[in-house]
């Protein structure tokens, strides 16, 4: 299935990065290194302009990692994206950050319903994992709150300074997620 394009899910609109234009192509990178985005991430590293420019230049080409920024009434809502996709097992890995420079409660539980139903009824997807940094409450909660169940956890994968931290993992299944949404 085309996963390159613009999708329509209630009142938000995900946009594949690989049709973006220059100006929401940079406000991407200026999310992304926002302290309260980077510092969540595995990597915790800065991303610089010249890298970016090459991810975004090959996300067209892009055949397991697909990432798209989100629309609602009030602009930005964040960016939702599908990882390591593999069609055979119908597995990804979810990718999610609201937008940093909005804070209405919330929010992010609105991108991730939309990438939950982007993943299991559009992408078809049987499985939905997440890989979670165990102190990142927030997330744990909202990734609860819309049906992931715990499923164990990598012990110290995550460093920080100089503290070890565990990766929470976290996943839902296509019944699960029927389940949640009709709720
Ligand atoms: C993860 C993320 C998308 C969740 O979005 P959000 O808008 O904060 O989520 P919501 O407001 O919908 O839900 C968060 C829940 O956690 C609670 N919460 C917020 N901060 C918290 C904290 N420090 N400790 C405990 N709970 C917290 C909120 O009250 C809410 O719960 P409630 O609705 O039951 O009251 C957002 O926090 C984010 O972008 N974080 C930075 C990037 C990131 O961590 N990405 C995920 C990497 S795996």
């Not at 990432?67 to 597995?91: F, M, Q």
């Not at 920080?160 to 299944?173: A, E, K, N, Q, W």
Request: glycine share 6%; with cysteine.
């Amino acid at each position: 299935m085309a996963m390159h394009g613009i999708y329509n899910y209630q009142d938000l609109t995900l946009k594949s990065f690989s049709v973006l234009n220059e100006i929401e192509s940079n406000f991407v990178l200026e999310m992304r290194n926002h302290p309260e985005v980077a510092s969540w991430m595995v990597g915790n590293i800065k991303i610089d302009r010249q890298s970016h420019k090459q991810f975004m230049a090959n996300q067209s080409s892009e055949t397991r990692n697909f990432n798209y920024l989100a629309y609602d009434a009030d602009g930005v809502a964040g960016v939702v994206s599908l990882h390591r996709v593999d069609r055979y097992n119908e597995i990804a890995w979810l990718g999610i950050y609201k937008n940093p420079f909005r804070s209405e409660k919330g929010l992010g539980r609105k991108i991730l319903k939309a990438i939950c139903h982007f993943a299991f009824e559009v992408a078809k997807l049987h499985t939905f994992k997440i890989e979670v940094v165990s102190n990142n409450a927030a997330a744990i909660r909202a990734y609860s709150a819309i049906g992931f169940k715990n499923e164990g956890v990598w012990r110290e994968a995550v460093k920080r300074d100089s503290d070890y931290l565990d990766l929470v993992l976290m996943g839902m299944t296509f019944s699960e997620w029927v389940g949640h949404e009709k709720k």
